[in-house]
């Protein structure tokens, strides 16, 4: 089994930063893709960014203002969060796949493995 635990979330103001963390119980976490996702209430699922070995990928909503990064050394997945909005109010959850080759996407689907979302709000 996979362990996923996020963490960092919490209240700021708009324009502030959050950085997500994202603690995974794998033996090699360079097996893996990393994706972050968020809902919103009265939304559907929506990917935030996603990181495989040598690729990102981020939506366009959060695309100059997030980063996602990763340290396999400590199997922990990072999203560094910047210029925050109203609009990213929203619970974040961390996901991981078995890395296939491609590039890493953000298809809810294709992750099989899910943490319990950390809630970040954004306001003044």
């Known amino acids: 089994q996979v362990q996923l635990v996020e963490s960092g979330g919490g209240l700021v103001q708009p324009g502030g930063s959050l950085r997500l963390s994202c603690a995974a119980s794998?033996?090699?976490?360079?097996?893996?893709?990393i994706g972050w996702f968020r809902q919103a209430p009265g939304k559907g699922r929506e990917g935030v960014s996603c990181?495989?070995?040598?690729?990102?990928y981020y939506s366009d909503s959060v695309k100059g203002r997030f980063t996602i990064s990763r340290d396999n050394a400590q199997n922990t997945a990072y999203l560094q969060m910047n210029s925050l909005k109203h609009e990213d109010t929203a619970v974040y959850y961390c996901a991981a796949s078995v890395r296939s080759g491609n590039g890493c996407h953000l298809i809810p689907n294709k992750y099989n493995y899910w943490g319990q979302g950390t809630q970040v709000t954004v306001s003044s």
């Open positions: 990181i495989s070995s040598l690729s990102t």
């Open positions: 794998v033996r090699t976490l360079d097996y893996y893709d």
